[in-house]
T-cell receptor, first 113, second 115 residues
Framework: GDSVTQMEGPVTLSEEAFLTINCTYT??????LFWYVQYPGEGLQLLLK?????DKGSNKGFEATYRKETTSFHLEKGSVQVSDSAVYFC????????????FGKGTTLSVSS | DSGVTQTPKHLITATGQRVTLRCSPR?????VYWYQQSLDQGLQFLIQ???????AKGNILERFSAQQFPDLHSELNLSSLELGDSALYFC??????????????FGPGTRLTVT
């Protein structure tokens, strides 16, 4: 079945450092890809998404490009802030089967000043 | 604030008991999804309802059931609880049954602890 694999955390960075969180997927169809963020004590929020190959999703300085050839959707940010500390989830949704999100295990990011 | 509300926020109960978790979707959203987040299994899709009808089923145990009412709120019923059912249960809603193209908005979750 479909699955998402993302890098194990925690990732610990200093403020203004460059961030990459790797995400690869396995899917039989043509999925849409998402990054969700979970701040402490809160629910998940959609950070960005891409619905077809070569699409780039971006939001709040974060970017990810849908790479069909490498089945990847790596999350990047050029300069992280302390407020970016959270758990980041890569997810996919099979466009043909519909609806539910399949999540990776999540990567904890901790940014210090 | 996503507009999705879940009650209660915390629930502590004993093994063998039954509990009901409640979710109210965003105004206008017809789809409701239930997810379970646990340390060992991560975030897993349980079940989806669209406008009162079951739409999709994931890794939901037979001891668990859900329904969506005419006012579109949803309830997740967990029975014969086991220690392993301790988890954070999220509800999400979207405007369409086709979640791939429509954002799912997540509630703050209900933390269930089974002792």
């Amino acid at each position: 079945g479909d699955s998402v694999t993302q890098m194990e955390g925690p990732v610990t960075l200093s403020e203004e450092a460059f961030l990459t969180i790797n995400c690869t997927y396995t899917a039989t169809g043509y999925p849409s890809l998402f990054w969700y963020v979970q701040y402490p004590g809160e629910g998940l929020q959609l950070l960005l998404k891409a619905t077809k190959a070569d699409d780039k999703g971006s939001n709040k300085g974060f970017e990810a490009t849908y790479r069909k050839e490498t089945t990847s959707f790596h999350l990047e940010k050029g300069s992280v802030q302390v407020s970016d500390s959270a758990v980041y989830f890569c997810a996919l949704s099979d466009n043909q089967a519909g609806t539910a999100l399949i999540f990776g295990k999540g990567t904890t990011l901790s940014v210090s000043s | 604030d996503s507009g999705v509300t879940q009650t209660p926020k915390h629930l502590i109960t004993a093994t063998g008991q039954r509990v009901t978790l409640r979710c109210s979707p965003r105004s206008g959203d017809l789809s409701v999804y239930w997810y379970q987040q646990s340390l060992d299994q991560g975030l897993q899709f349980l079940i989806q309802y669209y406008n009162g009808e079951e739409r999709a089923k994931g890794n939901i145990l037979e001891r668990f059931s859900a329904q969506q009412f005419p006012d579109l709120h949803s309830e997740l019923n967990l029975s014969s609880l086991e220690l392993g059912d301790s988890a954070l249960y999220f509800c999400a809603s979207s405007t369409s049954p086709a979640g791939a193209f429509y954002e799912q908005y997540f509630g703050p979750g209900t933390r269930l602890t089974v002792t």
